[in-house]
T-cell receptor, first 115, second 111 residues
Framework: DGGITQSPKYLFRKEGQNVTLSCEQN?????MYWYRQDPGQGLRLIYY???????QKGDIAEGYSVSREKKESFPLTVTSAQKNPTAFYLC??????????????FGQGTRLTVV | GQSLEQPSEVTAVEGAIVQINCTYQ??????LSWYQQHDGGAPTFLSY????GLEETGRFSSFLSRSDSYGYLLLQELQMKDSASYFC????????????FGKGTRLHILP
């Protein structure tokens, strides 16, 4: 079955550590996105990528980094520079430029907690 | 820039009808989408409007008025399982192709 998979579901990070969240899709989508969601809040865009080996900063990119070495994969690293990383992280994919539809497919999310 | 405004919370009674509004401001507009998210879950796509008018999908309908930069999601015959957050979203096809979401509307359903 086609879909988008995030791992792990829960992640605990110590102060000062970098952690990497995985996101893999087999939908053959060009575009992939990372969003952050805080309790009772909307989805804030961290990074997005329209094509392999290219990505752009979203609204809250500081303290995060990404890579897009393969079409299927878009991992997000939460660095020690991110001062308040505890949140729910959602990865999504969609068809890219050339379509007007905004249907995005989401992974089940990773809940990151700083301990 | 772009922004989407929607009410933070709406309350309705089981079996009733509720409307969730969304106004948007974007540099380039091609259509409005709606997503549903249950607590602890991932958002799921509900509908997309590219043209003015009403699109119906079962109990859910979505409306768009491009001239008013306004849309709404209409939920009929409300069920308790409809208790969730609802987000409107647009695709910014400007310099950077990205999907932008509103802050979401929390729908509370009373028995």
């Amino acid at each position: 079955d086609g879909g988008i998979t995030q791992s792990p579901k829960y992640l605990f990070r110590k102060e000062g550590q970098n952690v990497t969240l995985s996101c893999e899709q087999n939908l053959n989508h060009d575009a992939m996105y990372w969003y952050r969601q805080d309790p009772g809040q909307g989805l804030r865009l961290i990074y997005y990528s329209q094509i392999v080996n290219d990505f752009q900063k979203g609204d809250i990119a500081e303290g995060y980094s990404v890579s897009r070495e393969k079409k299927e994969s878009f991992p997000l690293t939460v660095t020690s520079a991110q001062k308040n990383p505890t949140a729910f992280y959602l990865c999504a994919s969609s068809t890219s430029t050339g379509t007007m539809n905004t249907e995005a497919f989401f992974g089940q999310g990773t809940r990151l907690t700083v301990v | 820039g772009q922004s989407l405004e929607q009410p933070s919370e709406v309350t309705a009674v089981e079996g009733a009808i509720v409307q969730i509004n969304c106004t948007y401001q974007t540099s380039g507009f091609y259509g409005l989408s709606w997503y549903q998210q249950h607590d602890g879950g991932a958002p799921t796509f509900l509908s997309y409007n590219a043209l003015d008018g009403l699109e119906e999908t079962g109990r859910f309908s979505s409306f768009l008025s491009r001239s008013d930069s306004y849309g709404y999601l209409l939920l009929q015959e409300l069920q308790m399982k409809d208790s969730a957050s609802y987000f409107c979203a647009v695709r910014d096809l400007g310099r950077d192709d990205k999907i932008i979401f509103g802050k979401g509307t929390r729908l509370h359903i009373l028995p």
